[in-house]
C-alpha cells in the first residue's frame, strides 16, 4: 500500500522510514527530515502565538539523535517571493535552530491533543520559546498564549515552576489583555524605564487606546505589517481626532519604530509625556 501511495504521489518518502501526505508543509517537512519535531517558536508561529523576530526553524531532536541531515533542512525554506502574512507562518531558509530535548518533563506534554509525530506539546514549546528569546519577546510569547488560548493561565502556573529563578520575575509582567507582542514589549520596555502604563484605555467614542502612559498620553501600537484598508486608516484618523478631542494628544507607532528606531521613539514619548504633564499642571493651576 505504501509503495502505491508512494507511485500515485499521495505520500512522499521523508527520511528513512517516514513518509509525508501531500498536505505536509514546509517546516512540518524539514524538521521531520532533520530527524526532529517543529518546537519552540515555529511551534508557536503556526499557533498566531508571538515569536519574536527570528524566522529561523526551531527543531527539538531527541536526546542523543545522530544523524541530523541538517544541510537538507537549511537549503529549502519560505520563497523569497511569498511574503510573510498572518497565516504563512513558513521560516525561512537557513540552518534550523536545533533543541534537544529534556527527560524530565513528562507533566508538561500532558493531554490527548499532545503526541503528535512532528510537533512538541503547546507548554513545552512555549517554555523554549521564553529560554530561546530576550525577556520582552518572551512575555510577549505568554502573553499571547493566554490571549489565543494556546496555553491555560493554570498552565502559565505550571511552565513557570518548570523555569529557572532568573526568569521568575517575568510573571509579574504578564498580561493577556495585549492585542499582540508588539504591544507587549512597549509596555514592558515603557515601565521598566519608569513610566506608569494602563492598557486598553477606554476613550468615548472610539476603540480603546492599546496604553495611556503617566495617565496623559494615549498610545496605540500598530501591528498590521502587511495589510492596511482603507476603512482602517479612516478609523485610525477619527481616533486622533477623538484624542486631541478630550484633550489627551495621541501617538501612534509601527513595528519598525519599535524594532529599528526605539531610542528616536522613546525620546518623542517621554518628551511628549512631559509636556502633557506641564499642559495638565498648568490646567489645573489656572483653575
Ligand atoms: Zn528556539
Redesign the pocket.
Known amino acids: 500500500m505504501i509503495d502505491r501511495a508512494r507511485s500515485d504521489r499521495i505520500l512522499q518518502p521523508i527520511r528513512r522510514g517516514i513518509y509525508a501526505i501531500a498536505e505536509a508543509d514546509l517546516d512540518q517537512r524539514r524538521a521531520v527530515r532533520l530527524g526532529g519535531k517543529v518546537?519552540?517558536?515555529s511551534a508557536l508561529r503556526r499557533n498566531r502565538v508571538w515569536a519574536g523576530l527570528?524566522t529561523r526553524l526551531?527543531v527539538c531532536v531527541r536526546r542523543g539523535a545522530h544523524d541530523l541531515h541538517t544541510a537538507d533542512a537549511s537549503r529549502v525554506g519560505r520563497p523569497a517571493e511569498t511574503p510573510r502574512s498572518d497565516t504563512n507562518f513558513v521560516a525561512d531558509p537557513g540552518v534550523p535552530?536545533v533543541?534537544w530535548q529534556r527527560s524530565a518533563t513528562p507533566d508538561l506534554s500532558t493531554g490527548p491533543s499532545n503526541h503528535r509525530d512532528w510537533l512538541m506539546p503547546p507548554l513545552v514549546s512555549l517554555r523554549?520559546?521564553v529560554?530561546?528569546?530576550s525577556e520582552e519577546h518572551a512575555i510577549a510569547s505568554i502573553d499571547s498564549a493566554l490571549r489565543t488560548g494556546f496555553v491555560t493561565a493554570d498552565q502559565v502556573g505550571l511552565l513557570f515552576r518548570h523555569l529557572p529563578r532568573r526568569l521568575q520575575h517575568l510573571r509579574a509582567e504578564i498580561d493577556p489583555a495585549a492585542d499582540s507582542g508588539n504591544e507587549t514589549i512597549v509596555r514592558v520596555r515603557l515601565r521598566r524605564a519608569g513610566f506608569v502604563v494602563e492598557t486598553q484605555f477606554p476613550l468615548p467614542g472610539t476603540s480603546p487606546f492599546d496604553l495611556l502612559i503617566d495617565g496623559v498620553l494615549p498610545l496605540d501600537v500598530d501591528s498590521r505589517q502587511w495589510h492596511s484598508d482603507d476603512a482602517q486608516i479612516s478609523w485610525d484618523f477619527d481616533k486622533v481626532l477623538a484624542s486631541f478631542g478630550a484633550g489627551l494628544p495621541s501617538l501612534r507607532i509601527l513595528p519598525r519604530h519599535i524594532h529599528q528606531l526605539w531610542p528616536e521613539t522613546l525620546a518623542v514619548i517621554r518628551r511628549t509625556v512631559s509636556e502633557a504633564k506641564e499642559l495638565r499642571d498648568f490646567r489645573r493651576g489656572a483653575n
Open positions: 518546537a519552540c517558536l527570528d526551531h535552530r533543541h523554549q520559546a529560554l530561546c528569546q
